[in-house]
């Protein structure tokens, strides 16, 4: 019952992915992220991913941000995720008062811990589901040196089952090109 629960999954959000693919995502050679550490006050020019206006699929947008000394480039990336995009034609995906409490990367996984709220607060359906996800593991996953990362997501340190109910969230999720 598990495998075939895991394999809906997988083909529903491979659907999912394909359906969402227009002219408006990504272009195949995205510019990267370059670092995850910098010196103090060093500005970073990093690809945010968000979604287009019709929800459609994924648009990038380059943004510069500012990353004090000992802070986590791609922790401050994912913050940014949490801010309404510059572009007008993009919207953000990220549910309301969603916080980011603390991204670690080892052993080829990128594990980003959320509060509730990214779960609690969210309000769209499975195609929003399958974006909002797609958008958090581009953006991480574009620093130089973890394109072939996998990432998880947590909330308050702990497991969980979905965002929305309709992807699960105890799987790992790689880059979608």
């Known amino acids: 019952m598990k495998k075939v629960f895991a394999v809906s999954v997988v083909l529903l959000l491979s659907l999912l992915w394909a359906v969402g693919c ?12 370059t670092a995850t550490m910098q010196e103090e006050g060093e500005e970073l020019m990093v690809t945010l991913y968000y979604a287009d206006s019709e929800l459609m699929g994924l648009v990038t947008e380059e943004r510069e941000i500012t990353v004090p000394q000992g802070e986590e480039a791609i922790l401050l990336a994912v913050r940014e995720l949490t801010k309404e995009p510059q572009e007008p034609d993009s919207v953000v995906l990220m549910p309301l008062e ?3 409490l603390w991204v670690d990367a080892a052993e080829n996984i990128i594990t980003i811990n959320f509060n509730e709220n990214i779960r609690d607060n969210f309000y769209g359906g499975s195609s929003s ?49």
Request: net charge negative; glycine share 8%.
């Open 129 to 177: 589901e399958a974006l909002l996800v797609a958008s958090i593991v581009n953006t991480v996953t574009g620093f130089d040196g973890y394109q072939d990362y996998k990432v998880r997501f947590l909330i308050n340190g702990e497991p969980f089952d979905s965002i929305g109910g309709h992807l699960s969230a105890e799987e790992l999720f790689e880059r979608q090109q």
């Open 22 to 33: 227009t002219s408006n995502t990504q272009p195949q050679q995205s510019p990267q992220n």
């Open 98 to 100: 969603t916080e980011v």
